[in-house]
């Protein structure tokens, strides 16, 4: 069988080390020093000012809309995980769709514009894939309005626009470290932020709000997480940039084979250093897309429908029209790339939809 993805699994040995170390400590959580260092490690990495290790990519949205003190409307992207949108929910505030750029698939700031009204607090847009949104427009809106901007970033580790890590813009970005993600401590996730007293804020809520054992400075929540999925951070770590080199390798032999078949990829805006996260491809509609997918799992290979169906369509929300992002979902496969994927498994994959695609 092969999936649309697998975790990077680290030398053993490397991980061991790291639980001999946390056995004799007996530290196994609460800001221990593999916490630490991870930490710092990311920063050094990435290039950023701040950064929390917080227990997942939700918990990460949830604690940057407390942060920002949000409420009423937030514009977000239909075309995304449901935790996004959930996230948004879950702190009682509205999510507004605007709709996608039908090139990019990230959140179109002109339609970011016509969803504003005077209860709109911010501005929600994932780099969806790993894909930068429109910074400087989004940048622009926010400013005119008085909007704050989170990035759902939890795609976007090792992917940089203009030269910085996508995971510096906006007022605060959050990341998502879990096992399906390029990088990975198992569960986990890390907001980030330019900003210092945000930071203080961010890193009392994530530890009920303690401000020493007796005292508290607002309201918090759990939000920390262990020395053990630290530790799968500093593990993995090192193998960022050759992983990211495996999957650019990965994704343009996939390339030659698809692109000049009539199916489309989305677009890198100038200025992208792109992670190839996923591999997206659209085809002409819906039906094609279907067959294709049904065709691969015939043959034990399970493609996704990254992201359908798309988000304004949850149950548990009114009605929103986001006419792109409909079309765009519903002709959109993932195909599988990950660490180990051969050579020989990416020639099946597309001689299998090649084939499927003629008749
Ligand atoms: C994975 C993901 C999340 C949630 O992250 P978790 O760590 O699984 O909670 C949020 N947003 C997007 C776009 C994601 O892909």
Known sequence: MIPVTKPFMPPQEAYNKHVTAIWKRQWLTNNGPCVNE??????????????????????????AIQALALEGEIITTPFSYVATTSSIVWEHCIPIYADINSNTL????ESIEKCITDKTTAIIATHVYGIPCDIEAIEGIAKKYKLKVIYDAAHAIGSCYKGQSLLSYGDIATMS???TKLFHT??????????????????????????????????????KNSEFHAAMGLCNLPYLDQIIAKRKKDSQQY???????????????????????????????????????????KNEINPRRY??????????????????????????????????????????????IIRSLKY
Not at 308 to 322: G, V
């Open 38 to 63: 991870l930490e710092l490690s990311l920063k050094e990495k990435l290039n950023l000012d701040h950064l929390l290790f917080v227990t997942n990519g939700t918990i990460a949205l949830q604690l």
């Open 177 to 179: 470290t879990h096992a």
């Open 255 to 297: 390339d030659d084979w698809l692109i000049d078949k009539g199916l489309i990829r989305p677009e890198l805006p100038e200025g992208t250093e792109y992670n190839y996260s996923y591999y997206p491809i659209l085809f002409k509609n819906e039906e094609e897309c279907l067959k294709i997918k049904s065709e691969l799992e």
């Open 307 to 352: 992201f359908y169906p798309s988000l304004n369509h949850l149950p548990y929300l009114k009605k929103q029209d986001t006419p792109v992002c409909d079309d765009i979902s519903k002709r959109v496969l993932c195909l599988p790339l990950y660490y180990d994927i051969t050579k020989g498994e990416i020639d099946l994959i597309c001689r299998l």
């Open 186 to 223: 198992i569960e986990g996730g890390a907001i980030v932020t330019r900003d210092p007293d945000l930071l203080k804020r961010l890193a009392f809520m994530r530890n009920f709000g303690h401000d020493g054992p007796g005292k508290f400075n607002g309201v918090g929540i759990n939000g």
């Open 106 to 109: 990230n959140i179109d700031p």
